[in-house]
């Protein structure tokens, strides 16, 4: 007879290969039900801490310290990420015809930190992991500060919210949770230990409803012009993983490092976009975020299988991530 826990950890397992799938599946569940899922507009918030808690639980002190070990490679991928994102997504949207708040949505998506999935993908990749969850870390405390400035730079300062509600929101659903985290792990780390396995449920549950409902919410939308927006949210994927390679090499960082920082640029944080977007705008504001979360998840998915085939001669011993 098979335990509880045992079908429980399988079932993690399954739901941690099959992302990219099962955010599909909820976009298409928010297109086919979208009275039944926008309700849950209003929970995007609390989803979205939830999950950063977890990735809080992941996390611990030392990751942070590594960029005193490492300061030109954090430091390179942390400029990639500020730059490259939020001036892609406003050239993008620009040069698509996107404005109003399907513009304000592209350069929330494109000012957010890394995604909260790509430390996975970079080890699939067989990429630079301890540097991906560096970046990912000091980015993600970054933010409160970055995202705020970008937005209200590139979106117009005629956006009907401030530098400090913008602020005050990140602090709340990203670093509040993701520190409570941190410390949770650092006073009961045997708990911690024993839910690890587990927390892909979490997350992978929260992102799938999440889209749901904001595509739930903005069908309409997706009916009329869903295909200038997915590629917009598709040009604008491949233009960071892209140009992320190619800072990473051209300031001469090992073949691991590129595909970190690659993966780290090209994989936003789409869940607080669309979090953000749903709370100081409209849900139409939601929309980029909610498509690239279910893009980047698939093109993430299929760069790690080309590049697993291709290891990087200079790869080093890694371990497995432990989200």
């Known amino acids: 007879m098979v335990q509880p826990r045992s079908a429980l950890r399988r079932l993690a397992d399954v739901v941690g290969r099959w992302f990219a799938l099962l955010v599909i599946l909820g976009g298409v569940v928010g297109l086919v039900l979208p009275g039944q899922v926008a309700v849950l507009t209003g929970a995007i918030p609390v989803l979205l801490g939830v999950i950063m808690f977890g990735m809080g639980l992941t996390l611990r002190a030392v990751d942070f310290t590594r960029v005193l070990r490492r300061p030109w490679a954090v430091l390179v991928g942390l400029a990639a990420q500020f730059v490259i994102m939020p001036l892609t997504a406003w050239g993008v949207a620009s040069a698509l015809g996107l404005t109003g708040l399907l513009l304000v949505g592209m350069v929330l998506v494109g000012s957010a930190p890394g995604g909260t999935a790509s430390n996975v993908i970079v080890y699939l990749a ?8 560096t970046l990912t870390s000091v980015a993600t405390v970054l933010a409160p500060v970055l995202t705020p400035l970008l937005v209200l730079w590139l979106a117009g300062s005629a956006l009907p919210v401030s530098f400090w509600a913008l602020f005050e929101s990140i602090v709340q659903i ?7 985290g941190v410390v949770v792990r ?12 587990y927390l892909p449920l979490v997350s992978v549950t929260g992102i799938v409803v999440v889209v749901a409902a904001v595509v739930g919410a903005n069908s309409a939308v997706m ?9 917009a949210v598709v040009l604008h994927n491949g233009v960071g993983l892209a140009l992320g390679y190619g800072v990473a090499r051209l300031v001469r960082l090992d073949e691991t490092a590129r595909r970190a920082v690659s993966i780290e640029v090209g994989m936003q944080n789409s869940g607080l976009a669309a979090s953000l977007a749903t709370a100081h705008f409209a849900p139409l504001a939601a ?4 498509l690239f979360s279910v893009w980047h998840n698939v ?3 299929a760069l790690a299988t080309y590049w697993a085939r291709r290891p990087a001669r200079t790869a080093p011993a890694v371990p497995a991530p432990e989200r």
């Open 287 to 290: 929309l980029p975020g909610a």
């Open 126 to 133: 067989r990429g630079d992991v301890a540097l991906s969850v």
């Open 223 to 231: 009916a009329s012009s869903g295909a200038l927006l997915v590629l």
């Open 174 to 180: 990203v670093l509040v949770p993701v520190v409570a």
């Open 299 to 301: 093109s993430g998915s």
């Open 186 to 197: 650092a006073f009961a780390g045997r708990l911690v230990e024993r839910v690890l396995p």
